[in-house]
């Protein structure tokens, strides 16, 4: 078998909020590459990426350009496809668009190895688990007002979610009243019950997270994520003894190594790994191992329908995070009912690009 063809869309789709319906920005639209390969058996694997915000022509460009180099290999050899895009691309990884490029295809890859195999992704790679506990995300972002946001919350736990994760580090100049306000609020709509998460994404000084971290222990965070800077790893590990609340770390990190150097540093409590921005499949196992062999649960970062699989296969997973950017794109995803998604029994991921969508929000 050999990868025969493929097609890169560049799309543009709505950043809405389905969960809660609560928007922090209207009207406002997120870029996603989707990419599709083909092999010579008429197996197609699909893959996506993004975060390449006003750089994202060129991320398709890269994405045209690597998949272009490997027309004619094995597609069930992703660590040998890995390593020709890496000789390939000069030296310019790790990190940043080649990374993000390079992400789409090893998702495609490992799609198709699972439709080779008839095994859907999470049995192919450890079969922990074939349910995962999952949280909603995104609904309760910090540009909400406290009212907002504590009735987006209620409304969640209406829907039948029993985690979900909230922001701090709010908009303006707020003060230190305020952001205790805020999570106070948050916590009296939901009740003791509900784990509840808490996103800084770096945005305060390691001084600001432990004296707020401090002052909101009562309030019974699940975590505290990305409390500063993300490379700060001393910085971070000075928070997480400081305070007793668990601290998640990871979504900003590129590839493996740096996971490791922030595990050394017993900078985090929950492993959060980006599918995307590790570069793929490939390399989101080796730092789910490399939690593992430190005691380490693993945590997800947005694309659900992709990540329930990977959480759902190791066995040190913990929870998906319900952040429901790209569900618009796919045919059907798994479903979430009791603060929970059942793993899909088809092969490769489960998913399948809804083609009138595709054409709907393409830009390239
Ligand atoms: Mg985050």
New binding site residues.
């Given amino acids: 078998m050999k990868i025969a063809r493929f097609t890169n869309d560049l799309l543009s789709i709505p950043e809405d909020e389905p969960l809660a319906n609560a928007p922090e920005r209207p009207g406002a639209m997120r870029p996603v590459v989707a990419l599709r390969i083909e092999t010579s058996d008429g197996i197609e694997g699909i893959g996506l990426t993004f975060y390449g915000g006003a750089l994202s022509r060129a991320l398709h460009e890269a994405v045209d350009a690597l998949t272009t180099l490997i027309i004619g290999d094995d597609p069930l050899r992703p660590e040998a496809i890995a390593a020709k895009l890496r000789a390939a691309a000069g030296g310019c990884e790790p990190g940043g668009i080649f990374t993000l490029a390079a992400a789409a295809i090893d998702l495609a890859l490992w799609d198709i190895k699972g439709k080779h195999a008839g095994l859907p992704i999470w049995k192919l790679l450890g079969g922990a688990r074939a349910t995962v506990p999952t949280y909603a995300?995104g609904a309760l972002r910090r540009g909400l007002t406290h009212d907002q946001a504590a009735t987006a919350a209620a409304r969640l736990k209406a829907s039948g979610f029993t985690e979900m994760?909230m922001q701090l580090a709010l908009p303006g100049n707020p003060t230190v009243t305020d952001e205790i306000t805020r999570a106070r609020a948050i916590r009296a709509a939901i009740g003791p019950d509900i784990r509840l998460m808490c996103?800084?994404?770096q945005r305060w000084r390691p001084e600001q997270a432990i004296d707020i971290g401090r002052r909101i222990e009562d309030v019974g965070l699940f975590w505290l994520?990305?409390v500063t800077a993300a490379d700060d790893f001393a910085g971070i590990a000075r928070i997480n003894d400081a305070l007793a609340t668990p601290i998640?770390?990871g979504?900003?990190l590129w590839g493996v190594t740096p996971h490791r150097h922030a595990i050394e540093a017993r900078a985090v409590d929950y492993v959060?790994i980006d599918l995307v921005r590790a570069g793929g499949v490939t390399p989101w196992l080796k730092i789910a191992g490399m939690a593992d062999a430190f005691n380490l649960p693993v945590v997800s970062?947005v694309i659900p329908e992709f990540h329930c699989q990977l959480i759902g296969a190791i066995p040190n997973g913990l929870t998906v995070?319900y952040m429901p950017w790209m569900l618009k794109l796919f045919t059907a995803t798994p479903s979430v009912a009791g603060g929970a998604i059942t793993l899909p029994e088809a092969a490769g991921w489960g998913l399948t690009f809804d083609q009138a969508a595709l054409e709907h929000f393409r830009l390239a």
Wanted: aromatic letters at 8%; charged letters at 45%.
């Fill in positions: 995300s994760k996103d800084i994404n994520e990305d998640a770390g979504e900003y959060m970062h995070e």
